[in-house]
């Protein structure tokens, strides 16, 4: 097929796809702080809030989209397209599975495999600072500017123990191309325990792993490190002045920069695509039995439900999971499914990480915060990084 | 396809760079200086330097011009006072400056050995990898120079920009 | 230049020339502005424009000492930066000025 037409058909997949993802994690975020907490979250929207997200975007749209007048126009207008447009970008070059076959046509599940990938992530993830800052300096307002110089100052600060943390397990899988990454931790050590980042022989990279969720979530301005966005800091920091679609812009990047985080996190540290055991020990009946056991539990809560409506909504929910069971067990489309299954529940469990931490800790002071990273990450990661130097080194 | 993206990405270079020169906001002079290094970017992947492009975005896009960014928006520098240009500057200055680059265009075009054009990926020798072996082999001497001159840049600058503890 | 389609691809000179027009701009931000952090990124331009320079006789020598070079030139920027703005901030602090026309007290 065209080059051409083959990437705009796989741009437009991703880019769909990725724009659901989006909104849907905000619905997964609402609940699971909301049951965290003892309460329910959205219900009202649809069964279960799950028409939350569209409610959300249509009354953004729909918001009146307030310009100040003491503003500096061009700026405030460029400020969040930057701040989106480097967060969604970075989905370009992150690989989904292996390179399969589809009707003829040999295609990888990336939209493009750059040999120096993990370069070009820490490249835009630098660009997008300036989204922030501009934002903050742009609402000519004491407390957006306090707010966008802070926060563009912690991303900058924290870029350097994550590049340190990014570089230990790099030294064992030689190579800055995400899909020679992820193909690097295939197989299996005494033929059942995989051979992860986080497991790999010289040195588990476990410190890193660590380092680079804890920087990750610096980078991208969340709890506990959210002190310069928080809506009772600084009245919001540097977005106090955007109106409804530039502040749905800024949300937006916060949210592409977590997903973005989390698939480099899976794909160097947790072994990208390849299941946790080998095939051949039955790995590719492991969706089946969770989605199985799901549709179980739904039709079992469906019999003396909580609410009333549930008698309507649970058991079809309990259909729809086991239609999902069923399609992972047909052959011709196992080979697309099950990497994709094993790559998006490595990506939701981190995310589901970054969203129990929100939910749980409290946040720290700016001084705090700083003072973290330059005096505990940085000589940390330094060790780390020298400790398996030294081993990769001394065992190749 | 190559000569497309040149001229896209020389004629992007050479406007951000004239604005640079022009915009009267120290801001504005920045974020083109911003533009300047990603056409530039571009450019060295054209070239066949993937290192220096992804280098370029990390330190120079994303650290140095965050750093200048930063400084302009704590100083709150506001725009410029109109400078005064004499008439003879004003209606000369463009065309000798045309002339001048015209002259120098030609003498580079006379100057240079007749090499093949320049195509993506016909240069391989700019990979990390190579850039790796030449940088820890022929000049480990000048990168371990660097890592010094850093730490005195580092040191230098927060000696300098310290409040004054009276 | 031709005037009529281009060719395929364009040959290494005209990447020279590109570098030089850069950095005639710096030149000229240099010597004609007045703020002093204008007069740093017009250094800064000039800089990138060498680098161009650099990259392109790499490709056209087949060897990678220009992208050592440039790379050299990148960090020993990166430290100038530093403590140049460490320098502005200074000065800011005690003039209270940023035009380099008012910062003239060895004069005469």
Known sequence: MNFYLLSLIKTAIVVGIFMHVLAYLQWIERKVIAHVQLRVGPRRVGPHGLLQPLADVIKLITKEDILPSHVNKVFYFLAPFIAVTFALIAISVIPFGPIITVGGVRTAMQLTDLNIGVLFIFGISGLGVYGVALAGWASNNKYALMGGLRSSAQMISYELPMALALAAPLLILNTLSLREIANGQAGYYLGFIPR????????????????????????????????????????????????????????????????????????????????????????????????????????????????????????????????????????????????????????????????????????FRYDQLMRFAWTFMFPVALVNLFITALLVALFP | MDALLFVIFAAIAVICGISLVVQTHPISSALSLVGVMGALAALYLLLGGEFIAAAQLVVYAGAIMVLFVFVIMLLNAGTEKKMTVRPLGKYLGAPFLLLFFGIIAYMIQKILPASSPVVFGAFQGGTPLEIGRSLFTVYLLPFEVTSVLILIAILGAIVLARKEVD | MPLGPLPAAVPPSWYLTLSAILFALGVLGFLLRRNIITVFMSIELMLNAVNLSFITFSYVLKRNDGHIFSFFVMVVAAAEAAVGLAIILTVFKNRQTLEIDEVSSLKN
Request: charged share 10%; aromatic share 20%; glycine share 6%.
């Open chain 1, 196 to 363: 992860w980042s986080i497991f790999q022989m010289p040195f588990p990279q476990i410190f890193s792993f660590i380092l680079f969720l804890i920087a990750g979530f610096a980078e991208t301005n969340r709890v506990p490190f959210d002190l310069p966005e928080a809506e009772n800091e600084l009245v919001a920091g540097f977005h106090v002045e955007y109106a409804s679609m530039k502040f749905a812009s800024f949300f937006m990047a916060e949210y592409a920069n977590m997903v973005t985080v989390s698939c480099i996190a899976t794909l160097l540290f947790l072994g990208g695509w390849h299941p946790i055991f080998p095939e051949k020990y039955g790995s590719g009946l492991v969706p089946v039995a969770i989605f199985a056991a799901t549709a179980v539990l739904c039709f079992f809560h469906a019999v003396n439900p909580a609410r009333p409506f549930d008698r309507i909504t649970l058991p079809v929910f309990g259909v729809l999971f086991l239609g999902l069971a069923g399609i992972f067990l047909v052959p011709p489309v196992q080979f697309i499914l099950l990497p994709l299954f094993w790559f998006s529940a490595k990506v939701l469990i981190i995310l589901f990480v970054f969203i129990w931490v929100r939910a749980t800790l409290p946040r």
